[in-house]
Nanobody, 125 residues
Framework: QVQLVESGGGLVQAGGSLRLSCSAS????????MGWFRQAPGKEREFVAA????????DYAASVKGRFTISRDNAKNTVFLQINSLKPEDTAVYYC??????????????????WGQGTQVTVSS
């Protein structure tokens, strides 16, 4: 079992930055691919970014590439999402997810077995 807890969300003006954190429990964290997803009201959950177990491979949604950066610290069982140049359309609940079945990251929601409770990011214009 893996438990994930996100933090770092909040209300920020357009153009601002946030750093989201996801703390994981479980001894095998360093072997899991990790992902960040988001869900806006009335919309489906969508892929944002993912990272391999080693941190050597990352993937991003086209809408966030160049503005968001995913990273991980396996010694601290934590995954980060640095969000820069925020836009109102980035407003959503952001979820951290763990995929214990593979080392390389997936962009698909259904690939991830464990999810956090989410953290709200609201961007005002």
């Amino acid at each position: 079992q893996v438990q994930l807890v996100e933090s770092g969300g909040g209300l920020v003006q357009a153009g601002g930055s946030l750093r989201l954190s996801c703390s994981a429990s479980g001894r095998s964290f360093s072997f899991y691919a990790m992902g960040w997803f988001r869900q806006a009201p009335g919309k489906e959950r969508e892929f944002v970014a993912a990272i391999s177990w080693s941190g050597g491979t990352t993937d991003y949604a086209a809408s966030v590439k160049g503005r968001f950066t995913i990273s991980r610290d396996n010694a601290k069982n934590t995954v980060f999402l640095q969000i820069n140049s925020l836009k109102p359309e980035d407003t959503a609940v952001y979820y951290c997810a763990a995929d214990p079945s593979r080392a390389t990251p997936s962009t698909f929601v259904h690939a991830y077995a464990y999810w956090g409770q989410g953290t709200q990011v609201t961007v005002s214009s």
